[in-house]
């Protein structure tokens, strides 16, 4: 019968031990990662929620018939963010710039959804609107425009990304 050194006993009885600090370590980490998560992810309160959604629900044929899409005008918007400005060019269904609109928005970058800006446009060359967006967050911006031309409303919802 042989039998093992006493040395050897002892070092495989104390490396046994440590296992369940292990588990409870791993187990400590996983929950330290979920709640860091729930936290920035609830930090800002509910980003997504549009304000007075339900009676805008409710309301919605009756918005959708006064103020159709600018499309449904036969107008084009083309949008994008210049040096920290959102830059509209509006055109009618021939093509021609759309002089002498009024052009207003509300804006928000979609990972603030909450901290909505007012912005009025303001044109700077035939059919091209101008407009500083607030702040200096980079990244994707919303906006959702209301276009008026001569007494006829139309709207508009555009994403922009800025870069600078």
Known sequence: ??????????RQGASGRHWPLVVVGLLGLNVSVCATTVYFATRDGPVAVEPDYYQRAMDWDARRAATPDVSARGWATDVESVDGTAL????DAQ???LIGASVVASGFHRAFSRDR?????????????RVALPGAMLGFWELRLRVTHDGIGAVA??????RE
Do not use: N, S, W
Not at 88 to 91: A, E, F, K
Not at 157 to 162: D, G, L, Q, S, Y
């Open 88 to 91: 509209v060019r509006l055109t």
């Open 157 to 162: 919802v555009e994403t922009i990304e800025r």
């Open 1 to 10: 019968m042989t039998t093992l050194p006493i040395h050897q006993e002892t």
């Open 95 to 97: 093509g021609d710039a």
């Open 117 to 129: 800006h007012d912005l009025t446009f303001v044109e700077v060359e035939p059919g091209v609107y």
